[in-house]
T-cell receptor, first 113, second 116 residues
Framework: DAGITQSPRYKITETGRQVTLMCHQTWSHSYMFWYRQDLGHGLRLIYYSAAADITDKGEVPDGYVVSRSKTENFPLTLESATRSQTSVYFC????????????FGPGTRLTVL | AQSVAQPEDQVNVAEGNPLTVKCTYSVSGNPYLFWYVQYPNRGLQFLLKYITGDNLVKGSYGFEAEFNKSQTSFHLKKPSALVSDSALYFCAVREVKTGSARQLTFGSGTQLTVLP
């Protein structure tokens, strides 16, 4: 199916564990983004990527690692999960034009115990 | 730096009445402005955007938004609200800048409830 998908949709983990959230898009969009959504904060950008092998930090990158070896995939890794990383995580993608809107995945709800 | 303010956390409106969800923004230069809607347990869906030209932008599901440069606002409107419009609405801004990183800054969201 065309679009942008995220897996898993729900994840419960423990403090200190490594967790990887997956994002896959079928549009061959150049840009991909990771956001976290927390009550009262809207969406905050964690990392973004302009193309394969090009990534950069967003507003709240600490504790997260990303990679982008292929255009269609943009995994987000929490190297050592903390309770403050309990959140809903959204992946998004957009085309190369500066005025392109972003298209969002369905989200991953992560709980860190 | 760019920022967005959605001054109302919650907006209630009766079905059939017009609705307005407010958004003001701050950027150094010219803005690109976007509205997204989020239904429970779903990702954000794009509604409409302002790039340039006509200040009144029409989007999906009968929504429209008016860009007002002097007031730095981009309020979302609909002439007649439906119960199915009940959702969380986000305004977002990006500065028009050559080579910009495509980063959007989102407001904190406004929960719209349309009462039957």
């Amino acid at each position: 199916d065309a679009g942008i998908t995220q897996s898993p949709r729900y994840k419960i983990t423990e403090t200190g564990r490594q967790v990887t959230l997956m994002c896959h898009q079928t549009w061959s969009h150049s840009y991909m983004f990771w956001y976290r959504q927390d009550l009262g904060h809207g969406l905050r950008l964690i990392y973004y990527s302009a193309a394969a092998d090009i990534t950069d930090k967003g507003e709240v990158p600490d504790g997260y690692v990303v990679s982008r070896s292929k255009t269609e995939n943009f995994p987000l890794t929490l190297e050592s999960a903390t309770r403050s990383q309990t959140s809903v995580y959204f992946c998004a993608s957009s085309g190369v034009s500066n005025y392109n809107e972003q298209f969002f995945g369905p989200g991953t709800r992560l709980t860190v115990l | 730096a760019q920022s967005v303010a959605q001054p109302e956390d919650q907006v209630n409106v009766a079905e059939g009445n017009p609705l307005t969800v407010k958004c003001t923004y701050s950027v150094s230069g010219n803005p690109y402005l976007f509205w997204y809607v989020q239904y429970p347990n779903r990702g954000l869906q794009f509604l409409l955007k302002y790039i340039t030209g006509d200040n009144l932008v029409k989007g999906s599901y009968g929504f429209e938004a008016e860009f007002n440069k002097s007031q730095t606002s981009f309020h979302l409107k609909k002439p007649s609200a439906l119960v199915s419009d009940s959702a969380l609405y986000f305004c977002a801004v990006r500065e028009v800048k050559t080579g910009s990183a495509r980063q959007l800054t989102f407001g904190s969201g406004t929960q719209l409830t349309v009462l039957p």
